[in-house]
């Protein structure tokens, strides 16, 4: 993979991810993006977006046929196969991702990874973890809004990986090629589906032009 030079992002030329372009995800995640747009409407786009984004990471499930009867006839139909889904919501701010997902995904079964990023670091702490079981027979939806410098996502996969979990997805609101980059190379098996891939980090480990951050406009925990 190419290096960035020092204070570059990466190219993106060099980066494996998916970008999920759609009119309607541009034009919600611009309002969620304007620092004017406050929580209450930040919430309902990001729920909005999730739903997109969980039918853009499930397109390649596994499907059996099922006999049913409609009002008209006997008919051949398709239902999901194997296990039920996991959703890994990477707290705080996945949550806000997790909600829009189990709209769409409602049977799936749901764990947490808690990492809170030490702001002289930048480096993830974990403060809690628990998944379902039978996570290595399951596929795995990681959620978490930003991927930033790639350091929560990385850790929180590192950890599933060790709980057993072997078919993973990351998926994101926003990334930086910096993240990418991160992930790209920590976890070249996980696959990345993103609404934006922006810019660049800025000297903080910010995402510009980003949306500030996520957990705190979820929650309306930003400084007034």
Do not use: W
């Amino acid at each position: 993979m190419n290096q960035a030079a020092p204070g570059s992002a990466p190219s993106t030329a060099a980066l494996d991810v998916r970008v999920a372009n759609h009119p309607m995800i541009a034009h919600k995640l611009t309002i969620m993006r304007d620092k004017a747009t406050v929580s209450a409407v930040f919430r309902q786009r990001l729920r909005e977006i999730s739903q997109y984004l969980a039918y853009e990471a499930t397109r390649d499930l596994p499907v059996e046929d099922k006999q049913i009867d409609t009002p008209l006839g006997p008919m051949t139909g398709s239902q999901i196969a194997g296990r039920k889904l996991v959703l890994v919501s990477i707290l705080r701010a996945g949550n806000g991702l997790l909600d829009g997902f189990l709209d769409i995904l409602p049977d799936a079964r749901v764990g947490f990874v808690g990492l809170a990023r030490n702001e002289e670091t930048l480096k993830a702490e974990e403060y809690y973890f628990k998944i379902p079981n039978k996570i290595e027979q399951r596929r795995v939806l990681v959620v978490d809004p930003m991927l930033a410098t790639g350091g929560s996502a990385s850790d929180a996969i590192s950890h599933l990986k060790k709980a057993g979990a072997v078919n993973l997805q990351f998926c994101c609101l926003v990334a930086a090629p910096e993240g990418v980059e991160r992930l790209n190379r920590d976890h070249p098996d996980v696959p990345i589906l993103t609404a934006a891939l922006d810019e660049r980090l800025n000297d903080l480990g910010y995402i510009v032009p980003g949306l500030g951050d996520a957990g705190d406009r979820i929650y309306g925990t930003q400084d007034a």
